[in-house]
């Protein structure tokens, strides 16, 4: 996103470095097209997947310390998880801007980044042009009701009579009962890579690299200067240039690490040379999520392309913290993300307090990070679940619920079930965070010429799946780029 929008200016040039494959959006595999992935959540060892050039698959995670190391997958090639991910398309709220400002990323409020929001949409449904755009590289979509499964409208009918109200646009702020917004046009997927790269491919001022993964970042004492490739290749800036790395939140901070930035202790481990002091992978958070499973009719987990959620209620807790919209539950017509034939309805934890950990354990830029993300390790947080479980366990009880239904539902019910059946989104972030590790222009602090624009910038997570606001903090920063050399 951030190449195309640099390279509109033909003053600029744009070296594009993908670790992955370069592809059009004609090459993309079959698999990602569609809205069921087949890929989900469970809390046990994966096969190779399909397509496997198209995945990092050996990135371990401990999602607490009462599970065990598991693989954590992220996107690899044009797009990054945006070509992998579960199509959501749920913006962050107001309110995780103004944490976002609290925690040091000034000038970051809702109302300077909304314009952003509406830069990258193409809404399907709504057009205010107060919160939408309707002619931005990314299509926001909502399947209309004759398109849901049976725990679909199960949780819209029991959403609504639990005083959740119908809010159709989850895209504005509130709360309620909506459908679940997805970046898809004519049932297929649109990435970063259709929406933005395709349309530009041809750009002179813009070139593009695959399979060049970046091992370091190159220094003239504190000046960037360049990067260093896996493999040894070195490739130098232009005058007046820089190196934006969005390489998400597990790679940026490891090349980060390797370059000498990150904290001391870590790095004389590595035996790396401190060249900036600073808490890099310190700072780890993704949602935690539980489930709540009911045995249904199968007839009823028919719905369009087999999607498992196309309805969710988002609502205020009160618990432990006044935190508005954080949590939400998602109608799960088809439990294949979590490894199971039944259905019923996914807990998300979306404002969350508790922080992991990105650890890199080598200096050879092929041995994947780890990450401790230490779910539910605030009371708290925890709490919010606890609660959560008897809100579902309430609303299954009612009739549209009762209708589908051909067994009773099974809830984690103790401290230990939880602790030991809750699995993250593969949402990580915050592992270079504004206000500790970069300044509010993601400026990577102490050192000049670097900058991390991605989810790894972002000082807390939001309450929202990260697709829309990573892709609306690329335009963010590409608009301040743009005016800075304007």
Known sequence: MLAARLSEDPSTNVLLLEAGPDYTSAETPTQFHDRNLGRGLELRPMGPPENPEFFWSKISARRNK????????????????????GLCAIRAVPEDFEDWERLGATGWSWDAIIPAFIRSESDHD???????????????????????????????????????????????????????????RDGRRVSTNDGYLEPIRSRENLTIRGEAQ????????????????????????????EVLLSAGAVHSPGILIRSGIGDPVDLRRLNVPVLADLPVGKALQDHAILFVELPVDPASQVCVGNRPTNVLVRYTSGVGIEAPNDMALLATNHNYWFGHPTAGVAIQLNHVLSRGELSVQSTDPTVEPTLELRLLDSEIDLARMTDAIDRVEH????????????GAPQLPRSREEILTQVKDVMHACCTAPMGTVLDPDCRVLGVDGLRVIDASSMPSIVRANLNLTVIAMGEFMAARLRGANS
């Not at 199960?154 to 909506?178: E, F, I, K, M």
Request: proline share 6%.
């Open 214 to 241: 970046v091992d370091r970042v190159l220094f003239d004492g504190t000046k960037a200067t360049g990067v260093q490739l896996v493999g040894g290749e070195q490739i130098r800036l232009e005058s007046g240039g």
């Open 126 to 184: 709504h057009t205010d042009p107060q919160y939408h755009g309707i002619d931005g590289p990314i299509p926001i979509y909502r399947e209309p009701e004759s398109g849901w499964g049976g725990c679909d409208i199960a949780l819209r009918d029991a959403g609504v009579d639990d005083g959740h109200a119908w809010q159709d646009d989850t895209n504005v702020p509130g709360t309620g009962t909506g459908r679940f917004a997805m970046n898809i």
């Open 66 to 85: 009462y599970q065990e190391f598991l693989p954590y997958r992220r996107g690899r090639g044009l797009g990054g998880s945006s070509t992998v991910n």
């Open 395 to 406: 609303m299954m009880s009612h009739p549209s619920f009762k209708k589908i239904a051909t």
